[in-house]
């Protein structure tokens, strides 16, 4: 059984140049499965949406949708850092809102600290929700629940104005509070920048070296078809192995091949039991 990280481990981590590995995860057995592997921690992030719950943005994604997947996160991840994913709208009205939205993750799924999404714009959000106790992680770069506003899953920081702007937003972000910052779809160069200017951890997706790296377990195992992300790296192809098997066991059930005698469950004494029953019902 592993020890569950801390922030300090983190930061340490951090200084001693010593990378965080961490993935999304949405159910029981991914989570089980991730803590198994020794992961150092796991979001339960809003891409439930579109991963597991099959829309086409996080946006439909609901604060219910999200404390029911982190419930069961925690429950096959019990000694491993958990953080929960603040879905749209759950945030955006009020510091009040987001300070209550978030408690709500910690008290009802028992994750270790919450993201949200937005650097400037959000500061006082992050402020008011650390002030009341609870960690936060940043998330700045192609923010996904604000892609609209984007231009589409673009990346961003790659001219002079908007490097800048991400730096400004990396800066706020750290200077509200947050324990550590989610950097998704900047140039490596703009991310190796922010982790020697930021004394938070900095972590990437689709980003390039810095403090650790996330993605998504759909992209990485080759669950998620409708795309791939090209920062992703595909450690396996769960989706073909599936389908193979499914196709498998529908020849297997259309020929008769399934079930065999090993398959059922026989009665002890098939000649007593049925000679009685047969009497009962003729």
């Not at 979001?43 to 604060?63: A, E, F």
């Not at 990346?155 to 800048?164: F, L, N, T, Y």
């Amino acid at each position: 059984m592993q020890k569950k990280k801390t922030v300090l481990d983190f930061m340490q981590m951090k200084k001693k140049g010593e990378p965080v590995a961490w993935i999304t995860a949405y159910d029981f057995p991914t989570a089980s499965f991730a803590q198994q592997a020794g992961m150092d921690m796991v979001l339960v992030g809003d891409s439930l949406g579109m991963v597991v719950l099959g829309y086409k943005s996080t946006i439909p994604v609901t604060m219910e949708d999200c404390i029911s997947h982190c419930k069961a996160v925690r429950r096959g991840a019990p000694d491993t850092w958990i953080i929960g994913d603040m879905p749209f709208m759950s945030y955006q009205k009020s510091d009040e809102q987001a300070v209550e939205n978030a408690g709500r993750f910690l008290k009802e799924a028992d994750v270790d600290c919450i993201k949200l999404e937005g650097g400037r714009r959000v500061a006082s959000r992050i402020r008011s929700i650390t002030d009341a106790g609870i960690l936060v992680m940043g998330h700045i770069g192609l923010t996904p629940q604000s892609s609209g506003q984007l231009g589409g899953f673009k990346a961003q920081g790659r001219d002079v104005k908007s490097a800048r702007e991400t730096i400004l937003d990396a800066l706020a972000v750290q200077e509200a509070g947050a324990y550590a910052l989610l950097v998704e779809a900047i140039p490596p160069e703009l991310t190796a920048f922010l982790t020697k200017k930021l004394h938070i951890p900095v972590y990437s997706i689709g980003a390039g070296f810095c403090d650790g790296q996330l993605l998504i377990s759909g992209d990485m195992l080759g669950l998620f078809q409708i795309f791939t992300p090209k920062f992703v790296k595909k450690y396996a192809d769960v989706a073909d192995v599936s389908i193979r098997a499914f196709k498998e066991y529908i020849q297997d059930v259309k020929s008769g091949r399934f079930p065999q005698d090993e398959h059922v469950y026989h009665i002890t004494d098939p000649m007593e039991v049925f000679e009685e029953l047969f009497k009962e019902f003729e």
